[in-house]
């Protein structure tokens, strides 16, 4: 989760992070990894997902972890609208 080793209420934060993009993508997706990285300016959050054989990623930044996960929630959602589209149209172009 993340280059360092992690207090409790970090490891739950993002225990808790990982649960909200789960739901923003919704049923079907799996959790691959969630992935903190807060050593630099911006704060960086790694989402990685499966759905069937399509594994996709999605990265966000921001001044802190809360803005990070704010930033992550809008791309989910940008990313589940693809998907749907994806799906509906051609599910072919998430193998």
């Known amino acids: 989760m993340a280059d360092r080793p992690l207090s409790d209420a970090e490891r739950r934060y993002l225990d808790a992070v990982a649960t909200d993009c789960h739901r923003i993508l919704g049923a ?8 903190l990285d807060d050593q630099g300016s911006p704060v960086s959050l790694t989402f990685r997902y499966r759905l ?7 990265i966000a930044h921001g001044e802190t972890a809360v803005d990070a996960h704010a ?15 994806a799906v509906m149209t051609d599910p072919r172009q998430l193998a």
């Open 52 to 58: 069937d054989g399509y594994e996709g990623e999605t």
């Open 71 to 85: 930033a992550l929630r809008e791309a989910l959602v940008l990313d589940r609208i693809r998907l749907g589209f």
């Open 28 to 35: 079907g997706m799996d959790v691959v990894d969630l992935v």
